[in-house]
């Protein structure tokens, strides 16, 4: 009795890929595919750069990855000197 059920299952199975294969086209399929492999990409990078930033640090607490003073030392980003408690109200 398994044998026939499990038999019949893969006809079933092999029956309802190649009805879907019949009607839609591969293109679509592909596209459909690389979509998704997309997607998955970037929420893997995504996952990767968000936990490489939470990794704490000498100072304690986590960092970004490049803090404004690496980028151009010397800039008013850098030393803070144009942020004033009036810009926050």
Same mark, same amino acid.
């Given at each position: ?28 399929? #592909? +596209?459909?595919a ?5 997607? *998955?990409?970037?929420?893997?990078l995504?996952? &990767?750069?968000?936990? %490489? @930033? ?7 607490? #986590? +960092? ?7 980028? *151009? ?6 030393? &803070?000197?144009?942020? %004033? @408690?009036?810009?926050?109200?």
């Amino acid at each position: 009795m398994i044998r026939i059920v499990l038999t019949w299952s893969g006809v079933l199975f092999l029956g309802a890929v190649a009805a879907f294969l019949l009607f839609v086209p591969p293109l679509w399929i #592909g +596209t459909a595919a690389m979509l998704w492999m997309g997607f *998955m990409l970037m929420f893997a990078l995504g996952l &990767h750069l968000e936990t %490489q @930033s939470m990794l704490p640090s000498a100072g304690g607490g #986590g +960092t970004l990855l490049a803090q404004p003073a690496e980028i *151009m030392p010397g800039t008013p980003a850098a030393t &803070h000197d144009h942020i %004033q @408690s009036s810009d926050y109200l």
